[in-house]
């Protein structure tokens, strides 16, 4: 049981390139989020999912794009990518019933330059 | 405005030394309030979950507690491997929000053996 996996680890993106962030949870968990991580600013929800085929907007959206094909992947997609999206991006899957208790990946941490 | 504010920012013990750290919020009905932790260079690892006043979970040296405005983790004799940045984060009520949670900014805790 692997829990939740992300890839890659780490990326320098050049502005103006894109890429897509992996997750792939194994827990059969209907929900999955991702958040970023910036110093000081805490986690800030960038979309979630509540099951395969529906996803959702979080606080900080602009300039992301996910899709949710199966209930074990959740990829990330980066189009356009500028210096304000750096940042260290965590996946995470919860339970339908305890939302709040989340099941994180290791991260990605992301550097456009 | 719905909040969550973590005291203190960073708290340094000496191992052994007891202490507790401050999680207050303000929202308009609480569905949960949880504690994370979280080690540098890895996700947040979920440790408890509250649902309501008086209610309290405990777990090795850690003890978390909840009233009406606030939650304490109290960490009683820590160890150097208590030393790590502690998240608490807040689940609204109401059917709109219950699958997005309001995120503290964490206290980083450092245990000195």
């Known amino acids: 049981n692997a829990g939740v996996t992300q890839t890659p680890k780490f990326r320098i993106l050049k502005i103006g390139q894109s890429m897509t962030l992996q997750c792939t949870q194994d827990?059969?968990?209907?929900?999955m989020y991702w958040y970023r991580q910036d110093p000081g600013m805490g986690l800030k929800l960038i979309y979630y999912?509540?099951?395969?085929?529906?996803?959702d907007k979080g606080e900080v959206p602009n300039g992301y794009n996910v899709s949710r094909s199966t209930t074990e992947d959740f990829p990330l997609r980066l189009e356009l990518a500028a210096p304000s999206q750096t940042s260290v991006y965590f996946c995470a899957s919860s339970q339908t019933s305890r939302a709040g208790e989340q099941f994180f990946g290791p991260g990605t941490r992301l550097t456009v330059l | 405005e719905d909040q969550v504010t973590q005291s203190p920012e960073a708290l340094r013990l000496q191992e052994g030394e007891s202490s507790s750290l401050n999680c207050s919020y303000t929202?308009?009905?609480?569905?949960?309030l949880f504690w994370y932790r979280q080690d540098p260079g890895k996700g947040p690892e979920f440790l408890f979950t509250l649902y309501s006043a008086g209610e309290e979970k405990e777990k090795e040296r850690l003890k978390a507690t909840l009233t009406k405005k606030e939650s304490f983790l109290h960490i009683t004799a820590p160890k150097p491997e208590d030393s790590a940045t502690y998240l608490c984060a807040v689940q609204e009520g109401g059917a709109g929000n219950n699958r997005k949670l309001i995120w503290g900014l964490g206290t980083s805790l450092a245990v000195n053996p």
């Open positions: 827990m059969n968990h209907n929900y």
């Open positions: 929202v308009s009905g609480l569905r949960g």
């Open positions: 999912s509540v099951g395969a085929g529906i996803t």
